[in-house]
């Protein structure tokens, strides 16, 4: 009996210990019914933990429904136009009957691009994606298509905006998150969106390989460029460059055809600048500084003390511009603008395109041996200013639509800018140029319209040679002017 006590006291205790304490169901009974979990919230928790659902993956669930496929149709003119071949070359005549072959054909060209404003349908994308297109179309992800109509481009930054014939009264469209380009590491990892090939919504990887980079078309210099080892294919062109974050930092744009790997993106920060621009007024204001220069030779680098040639050497420096006010004189090397080098006069102009007119520039010049930094701010190249100054260096004055020279019977001119006038002993004077002749192209730009004509003054200003394509009666001639 003594050993079972112990026992029962235990007992006593543990049943002491089981039973609620005065007021305790009370406020167990009192406590909120939890709800019973759903599927969707096991779904949910699924997919956070799920390993594979990586940021990359995040990212690209993200953003893939607003980067859209563009397809751009153009009519391409076929040679020798209206005659076969035996035509063309043993003069034999057509047979009666035969259809004559067409004069042109309708090709496609395939891009991307990325909806910024899923409500109005404005889409970003590259300039030349579309250049010379006669009819756009837009698919989304999910396989809706849209008419596009171009809103407003610059071919020297290669960015182009796009309105998509979306209805007024649906809902708004998908559209990406805007990063900080400035924010940009190397190393720094990034994905790339776009439509390879004709493959849409194909993603690569990679990192920032290099930033603030250069890159010569051979019509001009790109300068301030993202460098990325994520794969940029034909096809790519205007779709995103995006950050782990899932915010667009840059706009694929070109791919280094002699080093695989190599790829390169227009920095956000750089389109922000000119969107509304481009929205506006269809266009971005060509900005500049007031002077022309050349490449530095080698001797030239030695009178500047130079251990190598780099740099650009004024030659002429305007009045009442931006160069005159701040002191630059012809004979001064101007040797880095913005805290960056300048190479030659293309990189110059390529460094130029980064900046607006309210912006403040830092100029590094040299100047008998010695250097010195002026602060400036580019200005609008006006349209009468531009058109001065391609009769100045260029040596013929345009005229436009509506317009001939005197005496010159023009009913329906041809797409292009007819001559009114040359300057005797001008560049165009001493090719054989003559007014009533149309230009119809000056290096890679058509030239059918005033704006056209500014636009490639602008790209080609101080080149010392051009290409033309000149129309002269019913013969097109393509010639080289020096200038």
């Not at 301030?224 to 994520?230: E, R, V």
Request: glycine content about 12%; proline content about 8%.
């Amino acid at each position: 009996m003594r050993r079972s006590a112990p026992i029962l006291l235990a007992a006593l205790l543990a049943a002491c210990m089981l039973w609620p304490a005065p007021g305790m169901a009370q406020r167990r009974a009192a406590a909120p019914v939890q709800p019973m979990a759903s599927p969707h919230d096991f779904a949910d928790a699924s997919a956070a933990a799920d390993p594979r659902r990586t940021p990359v993956v995040r990212v690209v669930q993200e953003t893939s429904p607003a980067v859209v496929s563009i397809i751009s149709a153009r009519e391409v003119k076929a040679p020798f136009a209206g005659e076969s071949l035996l035509q063309r070359f043993f003069g034999e005549a057509q047979a009666p009957g035969q259809a004559p072959p067409p004069k042109s054909k309708t090709a496609q060209n395939l891009g991307s691009g990325v909806i910024i404003d899923g409500r109005k349908g404005y889409v970003l994308t590259n300039a030349h994606v579309i250049t010379g297109a006669t009819q756009i179309t837009a698919r989304l992800q999910d396989g809706r298509e849209f008419t596009a109509m171009l809103q407003g481009a610059d071919q020297d930054m290669d960015l182009a905006v796009l309105r998509l014939d979306v209805p007024k009264d649906g809902p708004p469209l998908p559209q990406v998150r805007m990063g900080d380009s400035a924010e940009l590491m190397i190393g720094e990892p990034v994905i790339a969106i776009g439509n390879p090939y004709g493959l849409s919504h194909t993603v690569t990887t990679g990192v920032v390989s290099a930033l603030d980079r250069s890159m010569n078309t051979g019509q001009q210099t790109i300068a301030g460029l993202i460098q990325t080892d994520a794969a940029i294919n034909p096809g790519n062109s205007g779709g995103p460059l995006l950050n782990i974050l899932g915010q667009v930092v840059g706009i694929n744009a070109a791919v280094y055809a002699k080093g695989g790997g190599l790829g390169f993106a227009i920095p956000i920060n750089k389109a922000k600048s000119v969107l509304d621009e481009l929205i506006t007024t269809g266009r971005v204001a060509h900005i500049w500084l007031g002077l022309l220069g050349e490449n530095m030779t080698p001797d030239q680098a030695a009178f500047y003390g130079l251990p190598r040639p780099g740099g650009m050497v004024v030659t002429d420096v305007f009045p009442d511009t931006p160069a005159e006010k701040a002191g630059i004189r012809p004979g001064d090397a101007l040797l880095a603008m913005g805290g960056q080098k300048v190479q030659s006069k293309g990189q110059f102009l390529g460094l130029l395109l980064s900046y607006s007119r309210g912006d403040t520039l830092a100029v590094l010049l040299s100047r008998a041996g010695q250097q010195f930094q002026v602060q400036m701010r580019p200005q609008v190249l006006e349209r009468d200013a531009g058109l001065g100054l391609i009769s100045w260096r260029w040596g013929f004055t345009p005229t436009f639509a509506g317009s001939r020279p005197p005496g010159q019977a023009q009913p329906s001119p041809p797409p292009g800018v007819g001559v009114a006038a040359v300057r005797a002993e001008g560049p165009a004077t001493r090719l054989g140029i003559k007014p009533g002749d149309v230009i119809l192209q000056i290096g890679s730009l058509r030239t059918a319209t005033e704006a056209d004509l500014l636009t490639a003054f602008y790209r080609y200003q101080m080149h010392n040679q051009l290409i033309l394509s000149v129309q002269r009666g019913a013969h097109v001639y393509t010639v080289r002017m020096k200038i």
